[in-house]
């Protein structure tokens, strides 16, 4: 399994941004990993998919989408999130996730993000 540490979350006015990390504890491609991305959960809702990527298509939900980009570095075995124009109703705990082709699922810890009126 893969180990996954995120970071980067925090307080923000509306409006501002921020970009969360998600570091892996092994290479992308030896963890034969084919999808990735990023959910969010917020106080008493579901857990929601906010972005990702998959056989190196990339996909948002419909909420963010402009607003947010998921991006990847091989070299650094990291998934990001970069979030701008960020809104109150995107507080919620992040967790990303990777995905192995034999259908392993890795959660990381998860991080706070607080968007402020």
């Known amino acids: 399994q893969v180990q996954l540490v995120e970071s980067g979350g925090g307080l923000v006015q509306a409006g501002g941004s921020l970009r969360l990390s998600c570091g892996a504890s092994?290479?992308?491609?030896?963890?034969?990993?084919?999808?990735m991305g990023w959910y969010r959960q917020a106080p008493g809702k579901q857990r929601e998919l906010v972005a990702d990527?998959?056989?190196?298509?990339?996909n948002y939900a419909d909420s963010v989408k402009g607003r947010f980009t998921i991006s990847r570095d091989f070299g650094k075995n990291t998934l990001y999130l970069q979030m701008n124009s960020l809104k109150p109703e995107d507080t919620a705990v992040y967790y990303c996730?990777?995905?192995?082709?034999?259908?392993?699922?890795?959660w990381g810890q998860g991080t706070q993000v607080t968007v402020s009126s």
């Open positions: 990527i998959t056989s190196g298509s990339t």
């Open positions: 092994r290479s992308f491609f030896s963890s034969s990993i084919n999808a």
């Open positions: 996730y990777t995905d192995t082709r034999s259908g392993s699922r890795s």
